[in-house]
């Protein structure tokens, strides 16, 4: 079936700069990193210096041998003090009177876990840089195992189906929401199947910056990980989107709105079809799953009704 005019032009016209990535790169087939990692320069420019840690994407951005796969800037650094470090870039090159932009990008075991305290220093002190979270909802680099952000129920090499435990047990953390209640100048949620809203929010976030602080926190599935065909990454990624696993929002000083509302959300059930280490949750466990996505929808749904309610003291927003 022929698109309709004009549908392709939405997210293409966000793309004015040129793709700095070699055309082959060492990312697995399906990954959306590779996808994101492409989209976030042609939407924010070139001029873009990204430091980041051990991760999936670190041996895109950190080259192989004396080569690279890209023409960015790149620093790299430790998942523990990830946030300080972008925070010593952004301050030198303003001290240096030079024009550009840091962006601090890593995966959910640094931004959740690992590098969370620096995290929320950098937002409690409203440093000038850009935080990318790709959440891939664990470590997957290094032999997926669970992160903070993993959901319940999902199979990990540190929470596997078995006799006793079958998945995580836990709840998983809302982690852009943390970062919003530290009122920073922007934070949003973002991910692949809705381009045009993921170049909108970098757009944002990048005039953002000229005030302080800002947050991306974007849903990067992991075919690998989690056991889902390659060929489904953008699936599996909108129907996060209609079941309200992952719904899309902003925060400006705090102050949230829904930037896509789904008018009948879809079960969670027909998300985890997709995906292998769900496969064996039960009736009991998918009630659970959806419990919680309806409480944090619940939660955001609340708060994005307070936005033409509250305003923040004046002081506040100086």
Known sequence: ??????????????????????????????????????FIPQV??????????????????????????????????LMTGAAANATGLARYYRKAGIDNTVVCFNGDGTAADIGFGNLSGAAERNEPFIYICYDNEGYMNTGIQKSGTTPFGATTTTTPKGSVHKGKNLRRMN???????????????????????????????????????AFLHVFAPCTTGWG??????????????????????????????????????????????????FAHLTEEDHQILQDDIDYEFCILGGLSVLEGECQLPVSAQD
């Open 1 to 38: 079936m022929a698109a309709k005019k004009g549908k392709l032009t939405k997210v293409l016209d966000h793309l004015k700069h040129e793709d700095p990535f070699s055309k082959g790169v060492a990312f697995c087939p399906g990954c959306g990193l590779e996808l994101l990692l492409r």
């Open 175 to 213: 982690l852009a929401l943390k970062m919003a209640m530290h009122k920073i100048p922007y934070a949003a949620t973002a991910t692949l199947s809705d381009l045009d809203d993921l170049a909108k929010k970098l757009l944002k976030a990048k005039e953002a910056k000229e005030r302080g602080f």
């Open 228 to 277: 889902y065909a390659p060929e489904n990454t953008i699936e599996v990624c909108r129907r996060a989107v209609k079941t309200n696993y992952f719904p899309l929002w902003e925060a400006v000083d705090g102050k949230i709105r829904m930037t896509k509302t789904v008018k009948k959300p879809k079960p969670v059930k027909t998300y985890t079809e997709l995906i292998k280490k």
């Open 44 to 77: 924010m420019g070139n001029d873009i210096v990204i430091t980041g840690t051990p991760s999936c994407s670190a041996p895109v951005l950190l080259g192989q041998n004396n080569q690279s796969w890209h023409k960015l800037s790149y620093f790299g650094t």
